[in-house]
C-alpha cells in the first residue's frame, strides 16, 4: 500500500513530500504530481499517462485536491504540499516556504528605469483619464441635446398626425353632410307632395258638400268626376312615393385603419449611433481582414465597369451605377449580376428612399428614376 509523507530514496538525495510510486520500484526518486485512490499509487507526470492508457475508469486527483490523497496532513500547503512555515494576519491565510522578503525585492529597484518613469507615467495615464472624462461629459450634454431634440420631433410627429386625422375627419363629415343633405331635400319633397294634395283633396269635399240649388244634380256630377280624378292623381302619386327604396344614413368605417394603428408599437425607434472614435491613437496601424475580386461587368457592356455609386437593400442584394456602361446592375448577395436596367446617359448618383425603391438621377437628363421590384420608371421630369 503506497503512503504518504517525506521519502529519501537510494537514487537520489532529494527528499519529496510524496515521491512517485512507480518509480520507486525502479529505484527512481522522482516527485508524484498525481494520485490514484483505487490504486492507492502516487504518480509523476509520466507515469500517470501510462496509468490512464491501463486503468482509463480510474479517477486520478491532482495537486490541486491534495487534500484527497492518502497520508495527507494538515500541516502542509495545499497547493504545493510544501510545510506550512508562516501565518498572514491580514489575509488569514498560510503559506509554506515559498515566499519572497520585501527588502530583498526591493533592493536597488530605485535606480531601475521601470521606477524613475513611474511619474511620467501616471501623469501621462491621469492626462488622458481627464482628457475622457472631458471628452465623456461632452458627449453627455450631447446626448441630452439629442433627447430634447427627438422628444420635440416626437410632438412633432404626433401634431402632424392629429392633423392629418383631422383632415380625414373633416372630409368624412363632409361626405356625410351632403349625404343628409340629399336625402333630407328627397324627404322634404315628398312630405310636402303629400300635404298639397291631402289639403287639395279637403279643399274640394269641402266645396262639394257646399253645392246647392236647382243645378245641384248637375254640379255634383261635374264635381264628382273632378273629386275622381284627383282620387287617381292621388293614388298614382301614394304608389310612386311608396315604391322608392326606403333610405337610411349607415357609416362604415375603413376597416384597414384600426389594425394599422395597433400593429404600431411605436412612432418611431431611437437609435444608439456608434461613432468612429474620435480620437485615434497615431501608431495604430488597421489592417485590412481580406479581399476578393467579383466581376460586374455583363455582356452588354461595351466599356470597362466604372462604379459611381452602390446601395444596399434591406434583402442584402446591392444595387450599383455603372456610369461608362449607362446602367444600373442588381447584385445578389453572392455579388452576381441578376438584372440590369439601361439608362439614357450616365448615372450620376443613386440612393436607397424607402423599403426596396432606388431613387437615382442621370448626368444630363432632367429626370429622375425608381426602381421598385425590378422594374425602373420615370416619376418626375425637371424643367429647367
Known sequence: MAFGGSS???????????????????????????????????????????HGEYFKK????????IQKWAGFSMDRCDQHGNKLEVYCNDHQELHCSSISHLPELAKGFLKTAEFKQLSAAMDEMRFRLNDLKNAKMKDQASIKDSYKTILTEIKALRKELNQILDKLEQKTVEQLDYMMKDLEKSLKDDIETCTRMNDLLKTMMEKFSQITGKNKETNCYVGHMKCQTKLIESQNLVQAIQGKPEEALHFKSDSSIIPFLRNLHMFGAAERVVAIAKR??????????????????????????????????????????????????????????????????????????????????????HEIYILISHKLYTVLILDL
Open 280 to 365: 485615434l491613437d497615431c501608431n495604430y496601424v488597421f489592417k485590412s481582414q481580406g479581399s476578393k475580386k467579383y466581376s460586374v461587368r455583363i455582356k452588354k457592356d461595351k466599356n470597362t465597369c466604372k462604379i459611381i455609386g452602390i446601395c444596399e437593400l434591406p434583402s442584402g442584394d446591392l444595387v450599383i451605377a455603372d456610369c461608362d456602361n449607362k446602367r444600373v446592375k442588381l447584385l445578389d448577395r453572392k455579388y452576381n449580376v441578376n438584372t440590369h436596367f439601361d439608362l439614357p446617359d450616365y448615372p450620376v448618383h443613386l440612393c436607397n428612399t424607402t423599403g426596396s425603391e432606388v431613387a437615382l438621377v442621370t448626368n444630363t437628363t
Open 58 to 65: 480510474h479517477v486520478v486527483y491532482g495537486r490541486g485536491d
Open 8 to 50: 529519501v530514496y537510494k537514487g537520489s538525495d532529494l527528499i519529496h513530500d510524496y515521491s512517485c510510486s512507480k518509480c520507486a520500484e525502479n529505484d527512481f526518486n522522482t516527485e508524484a504530481q498525481h494520485f490514484c485512490p483505487e490504486c492507492e499509487h502516487y504518480l509523476c507526470d509520466k507515469c500517470v499517462s501510462k
